[in-house]
């Protein structure tokens, strides 16, 4: 079964998505297990593949058993590999711990809400694993309907920013399927490592270059780069936090992955780095992406609209470190693309366990809290820390390469700009830590003259949670060998 | 001025689907009601689906359907007959029925989050929802 | 392939495209829309693109349109662009 | 707002009117496009899969990966408008209106109010437009035609053009008619929300399982050749049945999802009064 690995990863979440959306209408209480065992198969199944990878290297499947460039094909190398595994174990992770929140939240259709996050799972899964560019653009549909539906739920304003994320990310899905047409009328293939053999032939054709920019483009708005950044922020402040929580960590991360995808296999660092030199340009986009970001998140007075700002800047760190052009600032990227996955994962988390009790998520309404949810705050101090970047937790490894590809590259607008944000980081985070630790527990009814008792949230929240912050120090710890056995294998050998 | 013609001529269907594209991202981008953001986003599909076919377009060439084609006896003559120039390119066509397809499931999806919109707020006018959102 | 046909269709087609954003009521608008896309699914069996205009009649024409009006129906007509 | 979405239209159609300078001329026969892979589907297709219709046989079986996909999308949205509009509603609306067939004379039921059973009552919309019946009429006639249609179109896409998505569409089309011209309770009537929505989920599920039995048979996914030994038949023939197989799950998806859709946006969700 071994050599099925890369169709199970895909295959598994996509059939029990269907089942479980036909339990809904028969046993509402079908649906976790399944979920819970479907993603639990693709996360085993991605452990296995990734090994698999380690030890004979790049792992080849055709879909339908026709050759590429004629059928679709499955490209996984080490790179594949790595952000496969994050981004099962990231979605398991957090479906355990949401379930409490989603039949809180939704209890007439836990059915469709298990359905639409499998299958969004399912989506981004695919997005990783696939090796042809047409492919890719129906994956990425997937996983970005299913995420209109998931955001849209949260009351209030959420369908309005559900909305706008919607014109924007079919305007960026739209450019992405555009840039594929204009490669595929210049060369004539879909397939990735086809379309990489063609091109060099081509490099000075101005098709290539429009299909490099609108691909780019494309993908910047999915990911919310800083110009093109103006959705993310309420889309993801006013969706449900079980959605959220899955969203926040794992999309930008993945439209990242594609992005690296196509500078590295599709248009070769050769073309995107030496030919194009643009390098300088996007770096200074990625600082004041930095800088932006950092700022708007100082000027929030709501944690998680907070954290969404961090989120435009994690993603000026990726695109940056991505862009150095360099070995240690694209090791830095795809070390980031794991840690910033599990740190914002934690955090938003922390959010869920804390709307779950208190149901709010303003300033105001964190004082105190370290004195009733004390695991939570310590799960959360731990995720502020590696946001932060301070060791041993894996933000600070990460960090530490894209500032060292930064000098390597003589940037220092860039290697400045991590550490303007690092500092706010600090203030950001301590000013929060300094709130739930000083200040009292402000009771909504007006007698808090007791000392609060401890109200945690339930178990089988916190455990998830805590297995994420401790995974965030182990991840920390092993940086070395994740570097040196996969990583160093990602980057091909042409990157100095 | 005879190869500008020439150009024309061979150009003109590229042009006239950067045209459409134009006129609904424009729709998206500028436009105020969100139902017409969303016709927008249909021509601006569409566009991209003409486009993706303009490649697929074969001069002297007829519909990729082979026509010796019927059941076991055809698969041995026709395999020696079927020369690639007779036909159009069917791939184009494939895939622009897949985006075809995401386009309605995008619509649907966008219809069903306007009417949303529209059963908080009472107007699908964005100004209007935006000055009921700062009154709060 | 007629290529003046061609050139006539792609006009019919721009100029839907423009009514449909340009007219003041949406109930109109999501008519001008399926005319515009019965205007790309002729283009297209021109181009010799059957099965593509085929698939564009129905959800395009058809089922598109149908979903506009009963948005439309559901929630109002009145636009100011 | 106005000024920056020309300016954004502009620039992006100036870089792509720039770009057009390097494309291969329209239709030109020798344009990479149509050098590279298509020929392989053009002249192989017939010997591989035994389908005539080209497009079929790379929709469904070279590229059937993207299809399935595809599908995948269509149910999601399906499942996305259900999520979003659905209202369940807890007691009856607030009035009714109900309209004496023989005189003509309607009455308005308050919440609570009971209406003693009669045949000679008939429920009607709030907005309800007197005299359909030449709509009525000739929807009913037209409607099992247009099935009919649809389904010849699902099942002779191997030979022309059509297949699941256009057969699945025109199939939920006459539904979608039904409810229009009478009204959507006797739509739902005939199809109602859980058939509708299992329906939606097993046409996918045909498509996926069909590709997970090839695993199982120890061939790859999708790889339908490895049908030829549960279907008694050989691996060409078997690609060509696999196909029609994929075929009917896409048109029971696209079919269902297509009145599902519907009847959430035209009844905003409460399935009581339709467009």
Redesign the interface.
Known sequence: MSQQYPALIVIVPLLAAFIISAAGWVNKRLCFPVAVAALSVATYSSIGLLLRVLDQGVVLYKLGGWDPPWGIAYYVDHLNGLVLVVVSAVALINLIASKKIIEQEFPEKTGPFYTLYVLMVTGLLGIVVTGDAFNLYVLLEIASLTGYGLLAMGGGRGPLAALNYLYMGTIGACFYLLGIGYLYIVTGSLNMVDIAGILPSLYQSKAVLTAFIICMVGVWLKMAFFPLHAWLPNAYTYAPSASSSLIAPLMTKVMIYVMIRLILTVFTPQFSFTILAVNESIVWLAVIAIVMGAVLALAERNLKKMLTYIIIAEVGYMVGGAWLGNRAGMTGAILHIVNDALMTLCVFLVVGNIVYKIKGYAFDDLKGLFRKMPFTMGAFVVGALSIIGVPPTCGFFSKWYLISGGIAAGHYGFVAALLFSSLVNVVLFFRIIELGYFEPFSDHHGHNHHPEPIDEAPLSMLVPLIIVAAGLVVVGMYTGDIVTRIIDFAIPAGIV | MGDLIQTIIAKYNYWIYITLMMIGLYAMIAKNNLVKKIVGMGIFQTAIILFYVSIGAKRGATIPILEHGHGEQGHEISSHMVHAVDYINPLPHVLMLTAIVVAVATLGVALALAIRVYNRYNTLEEDEILEQIREK | ?I?QL??AI?TL??IC??G??TVKD?LG??IL?GA??FM?CL??SI??????S???A???A???T???????????R???? | MKVIGFIIAVLTGGLLIYATVDFPEWADPASPASMHVSPHYIEKTMEETSVPNIVTAVLADYRGYDTMFETAVIFSAGVVCFLLLRIFLRNAPEERLYRHVLTGVTIRIKRGGRLPYSEDFKRIDTLWTPHDLIIKTISRLLIPFIQLFGLYVIAHGHHSPGGGFQGGVILGASIILLAISYDLRTALRRIREKVDAILCAAGVFIYAGTGALCLLLGFNFLDYSALASVLHVDPVTARSHGILIVEIGVGITVMATMIWIYKNLASTGKYDEGL
């Open positions: 392939m290529w061609d050139l792609l087609v721009v495209g423009i449909a954003i949406l608008a999501a829309f515009y896309s790309m283009l297209w181009m010799g693109a059957v099965d593509v085929f698939t564009e129905s959800v395009g058809g089922v598109s149908v979903f506009f009006i009963a948005a439309v129906f559901r929630t109002t009145r636009t100011k662009d």
